[in-house]
């Protein structure tokens, strides 16, 4: 009778934790990120926090290293809910959401200050209904850096920018900043910028510090001229299927477990940081355009704003009126 009994036990206690198991809903989490980057490791945090304040009943599942796919592609299976969430760049998300390609738009933001309040305090409200009517809904606002000019030379002038065979990012808001230049760039991902760099496809690239020395290019190209013409946030976004799926707790924890846009901006700034001596520490520089010419290029870059807004099309007027609404509450 007790061995009846206990066998019972035993029984119930495997259909409990199989009824358990069985409850708990996992998030597959898709990122370019490499595994030792801070994307990674925010990632984690945010992974560990939704594990521990659901009791385990909504797990993240990370898939880094683009392992599902590249950014472009692994955004769409988002907004079908496919891939229940993911982080990316604005240029990746703008596959989806367009409007959000105005972001890229060259020196949009007079601070990185300003940036931020923008991004936290307006805009994560006002461009939610631009989110989901394409299927996301925003979780949260990070940073990827400033794009620079990665080359063997320094850029000293605009004249010496004209003068480079360069990579530009996909995104319009570079591509139509270069062209009003007069610069009409090599346009390619991240992933191919090392081989154009060794094939001499090109002998510069527009990148970000933190990308640039973890890929290795600032090795190819090692003189580093902040011209910062473009500031890059990025953003973490989960399905709307998906996230309209959950109970309303586990949406709350969802949307407050992944950690917050300032904290994530000062991890990104505190490893680019490091990642900048360590390019100067390998025999590379950091250099700055000669007086006067920064305001240059900014003058005639942001001649390229009204093209980018009619490039861009869609929503684009109301949501650049929008980020300009959001640009004013946050001036000093």
């Known amino acids: 009778m007790k061995l009846k009994s206990l066998a019972a036990l035993a029984a119930l206690m495997t259909s409990v934790c199989a009824a358990s198991v069985a409850t ?14 801070p994307w990674a490791k925010l990632i984690d945090v945010l992974v560990q926090d939704t594990d521990t304040r659901t009791g385990g009943d909504l797990k993240i599942v990370p898939f880094l290293n683009s392992q599902l796919g590249d950014e472009a592609t692994v955004i769409q299976q988002v907004a079908r809910g496919r891939v229940e969430m993911g982080g990316f760049s604005i240029t990746a998300a703008a596959v989806v959401v367009p409007e959000l390609g105005l972001l890229n738009a060259p020196f949009l933001w ?4 300003q940036a931020a309040c923008a991004l936290d305090e307006h805009l994560q409200t006002s461009l939610r209904p631009y989110f989901e009517k394409r299927g996301l809904v925003n979780m949260s606002w990070g940073e990827t850096g400033y ?36 610069v009409n760039g090599v346009i390619l991902p991240l992933t191919e910028i090392n081989s154009g760099l060794q094939t001499g496809l090109f002998d510069a690239a527009e990148l970000n510090i933190t990308f640039g020395v973890m890929t290795g290019a600032g090795k190819l190209a090692p003189v580093v001229t902040r011209t910062d013409h473009v500031y890059l946030p990025s953003l973490t976004v989960v399905s709307k299927r998906a996230f309209d799926k959950l109970p309303p707790e586990q949406q709350e924890v969802l949307m407050t477990a992944s950690v917050p846009g300032p904290e994530q901006r000062r991890t990104v700034q505190s490893v680019e940081a490091a990642l900048t001596q360590k390019l100067v520490a390998e025999g590379g520089s950091i250099v700055d355009m000669a007086p006067g010419e920064r305001d240059r290029l900014r003058d005639e870059m942001v001649k390229s704003w009204p093209q980018l807004v009619k490039d861009i099309g869609n929503d684009a007027p109301e949501v650049w009126q929008l980020i300009q609404d959001a640009k004013a509450a946050c001036s000093d």
């Open 24 to 37: 708990a809903t996992e998030l597959k989490y898709a990122s370019s990120a490499p595994s030792n980057s």
């Open 110 to 113: 007079d601070s990185t200050d």
């Open 147 to 182: 794009q620079r000019i990665f080359a063997d030379t320094p850029v000293e002038t605009v004249e010496d920018l004209q003068a480079l065979k360069i990579r530009v990012s996909p995104a319009k808001g570079s591509v139509d900043a270069f062209k009003a230049i007069g």
